[in-house]
């Protein structure tokens, strides 16, 4: 008796390695064939690791360079249809760069199995560093400067006689290409970035299917932590929106000119049609009578 209890534990005990062992190979071939998907920029080929509800969701979108052109023309407050077909190509080759540097390699670290659920931690290579978007601003404001330097006449004169709409048409198809190009630059000539990457996945109709993916470059706050910081990490969206943003600034820069040169040769200009801001300050002074 006491022998043949002995041989049902050691079948139960090689039954359950056996079994541990064959969900720690599953679970290992779905996150690299997930994760080789993601360095051959193949979202097809993604899916198949992965549920369809996750390649759907909003982490997997940075995978899409359309996508990430939405992002850019959100940030700025326009339509594709604004600007010319140079700045709108522009836009598009840069943000399937973003897509093409994006995972370069990895290195599995860790595997937990629990149950029916298993998380991987991999160390991921970038082709370049998400935190180098925030150190384009200074180049940005010179080349606002410059631009409005040797087009201010003609952005004026356009704004004259075709309106303030044909002057922002103007003003972003010239700016556009040049600030991406200088962030192209930058992209292209940054060294690799590191960070960790965590892969939840699910045991789904006998098969280990990914359902999560959550990045934390090294150094930075926990993910999913609400600490405000420059080291919280990142994703393609930001570079996506950061050239956005300076071109946007720039059309605030040259807002700002448009209503200096309004006051300086039109200083009735609020009385008659100006902007809001303008005829409030305006106002006042004539009830005062201090142009009388």
Partial sequence: MRKLTTAILTMLILLLLTACNSDQKAVTEAAEGFLNALVKNDKDAAAQYATEEFMQSETMKFMDAQYLSDVFFDAMGVTRDEIDEEAQKAVDDYEKLIIERAYKDYEIQDIKIQDNKAYVTAK??????????????????????????????????????????????????????????????????????????????????????????????????????????????????????????????????????????AEETEPDEGATGGTAGEAAEEEPGDESGENS
């Fill in 124 to 261: 991921i290579t970038l082709g370049y560093d998400p935190e180098a978007s925030r150190n384009i601003s200074k180049d940005t404001q010179k080349i606002i400067d410059d631009y409005k330097t040797e087009n201010y006449d003609e952005l004026m004169s356009i704004c004259k006689e075709k309106g303030e709409r044909a002057m922002y048409r103007k003003l972003y198809s010239d700016l556009i290409p040049i600030i991406i190009g200088k962030m192209q630059e930058q992209l292209e000539s940054e060294s690799t970035a590191e960070e960790k990457t965590i892969l939840s996945l699910e045991k789904i109709d006998k098969k280990w299917l990914v359902t999560d993916l959550e990045e934390n470059r090294t150094g930075a706050a926990p993910v999913g932590s609400t600490e405000e910081s420059a080291d919280t990490a990142a994703t393609s969206t930001e570079y996506a929106s950061t050239s956005a943003t300076q071109t946007e600034y720039a059309s605030e820069y040259m807002t700002g000119a448009t209503n200096e040169e």
